[in-house]
């Protein structure tokens, strides 16, 4: 028996409005034979500054879609959220 | 491990018209909507069943640090309930809103509560709340005028925390 353990991305979804949700998973192997699979999520909205250090290839996507515009879009959106009751 | 169906004969059958199939091994949609189908109950888009996951997130905090436990979700379909406790605020004198964001899904186009506990606060919060759009989650107070979120001035203590759970639609 050889376990060994890798943490990978192993999904990237991009929202309509530039938001990142990525998946990370931590694959365990018994001799090379995948026998675990766990996954971690979290969200990076356009402009958020965690995505330049998050693992590849979330920083290349990032970059590629929040472009200047994408990045406004998503701050006026934002601005214009309505707590309850408003 | 390739897929197989079995009716309730034992014989191998087309995909379509099976009657009581047994299927050794996973099932897997590989085309990118895929799912379980039920055209016969509804719209195809609101009656297929096309997602099912578990696993951590990772929760943050608005304002200083805090200390996140147990942070777990489940999805089924588009509805994802996630639940953490959290303790150890650093900040427990600004007047903003006390936010932990860090959801493993984006909200869709609707609000969400959820149920809550806590210690050592003074504000009588009674849910949890994720706006539409958001990946945070927000507590508020029953009130007798406007809306009253749980503000960091309002952790008494160094031993304040914080149980939650909540379930809420994410996009897809």
Known sequence: MTLASTTIIDKVEVLEDGTIQVRQATVITDNGVEIARNFNRWVRHPGDAGASTDPAPVPAISSAVWTTPVIAAYQAAVAAQKQPGQ | MPLSV??????ASPLTGLNNPTVVGN???????????FTQSSAQNAATFNDYEYGTWSPTI???TFNALRPRYTK???LVTVSAYCDTF???SSSSSVSIGGLPFVSGDVESLGSIFMRYTNNSVSASYIGSGSSSILFYAASSGGYAPLLYSQLNNSSFQI???VTYAATF
């Open chain 2, 62 to 64: 608005s304002s200083g």
């Open chain 2, 27 to 37: 099932m897997t949609f590989s085309t990118n909507g895929g799912g379980i189908n």
């Open chain 2, 90 to 92: 650093s900040d427990r």
């Open chain 2, 6 to 11: 079995i009716d309730s004969t034992g014989l």
């Open chain 2, 163 to 165: 149980y939650f759970a």
């Open chain 2, 76 to 78: 089924v379909g588009r």
